[in-house]
């Protein structure tokens, strides 16, 4: 006899729903993954579906939360493991493009979400991380670790090359090597804002 709770049995169908959405979206893309192979995969009606996630967009807007939720936690490890402070940001920075190599991050992160979601670069959950960013970057120019300089104004321009690296890169015929290239530049857009110690 099952002791899983309603809520237990809600959580498990979500999480096998976006698991394999993420898998079909990452192999197919948005638009080539009909919602009843999704419910077929899943042993679901499309008004089971439905009542999880409210549309195949909002289960798309799902996958999206939780690859941004692992996103987070590769910077926030690769910040941590570095110490912190400028050297920190700058590993979260490489960290994140490290990740975007994964193909199936690139297709649904890069290619599809931006396309599908409306408003996706200016969601709430990119606007609190901009926040954050900005107040990182205050922090290190109060303790005399970068030059100084708008904050709000550097935080996007390093988010934008970041973002806009990771596109570009996803576009060569050798996106590893090219994801390492990026890397290796954004880094050096980096060296210029650091104040050197005498």
């Given at each position: 006899?099952?002791?899983?709770?309603?809520?237990?049995?809600?959580?498990?169908?979500?999480?096998?729903?976006?698991?394999?959405?993420?898998?079909?979206?990452?192999?197919?893309?948005f638009?080539?993954?009909p919602?009843?192979?999704?419910?077929?995969?899943?042993?679901?009606?499309?008004?089971?579906?439905?009542?999880?996630?409210?549309?195949?967009?909002?289960?798309?807007?799902?996958?999206?939360?939780?690859?941004?939720?692992?996103l987070?936690e590769?910077?926030?490890?690769?910040?941590e493991?570095?110490?912190g402070?400028?050297?920190g940001?700058?590993?979260?920075?490489?960290?994140?493009?490290?990740?975007?190599?994964?193909?199936?991050?690139?297709?649904?992160?890069?290619?599809?979400?931006?396309?599908?979601?409306?408003?996706f670069?200016?969601?709430?959950?990119?606007?609190?991380?901009?926040?954050?960013?900005?107040?990182?970057?205050?922090?290190?120019?109060?303790?005399?670790?970068?030059?100084?300089?708008?904050?709000?104004?550097?935080?996007?321009?390093?988010?934008?090359?970041?973002?806009?690296?990771?596109?570009?890169?996803?576009?060569?015929?050798?996106?590893?090597?090219?994801?390492?290239?990026?890397?290796?530049?954004?880094?050096?857009?980096?060296?210029?804002?650091?104040?050197?110690e005498?």
């Open positions: 006899m099952s002791t899983r709770t309603r809520p237990q049995m809600t959580f498990e169908t979500r999480a096998s729903l976006i698991a394999l959405a993420r898998d079909a979206f990452g192999r197919h893309g638009s080539g993954v919602l009843e192979d999704l419910c077929a995969a899943a042993g679901l009606t499309r008004g089971a579906l439905y009542h999880h996630f409210g549309s195949k967009l909002g289960l798309f807007e799902a996958v999206v939360a939780e690859m941004d939720d692992a987070d590769a910077v926030e490890r690769a910040t493991e570095a110490g402070g400028w050297s940001f700058r590993a979260g920075c490489r960290a994140y493009l490290q990740a975007m190599v994964a193909p199936d991050i690139q297709r649904i992160v890069l290619n599809d979400a931006p396309a599908v979601i409306p408003n670069a200016g969601r709430p959950r990119m606007r609190l991380c901009t926040a954050q960013m900005v107040d990182v970057l205050e922090g290190l120019m109060n303790e005399g670790a970068i030059r100084r300089t708008d904050a709000a104004a550097l935080a996007n321009v390093i988010a934008g090359a970041v973002a806009n690296a990771a596109a570009w890169a996803t576009s060569r015929q050798d996106p590893a090597a090219a994801f390492a290239a990026a890397g290796d530049t954004i880094g050096l857009l980096l060296d210029g804002l650091e104040i050197a005498v």
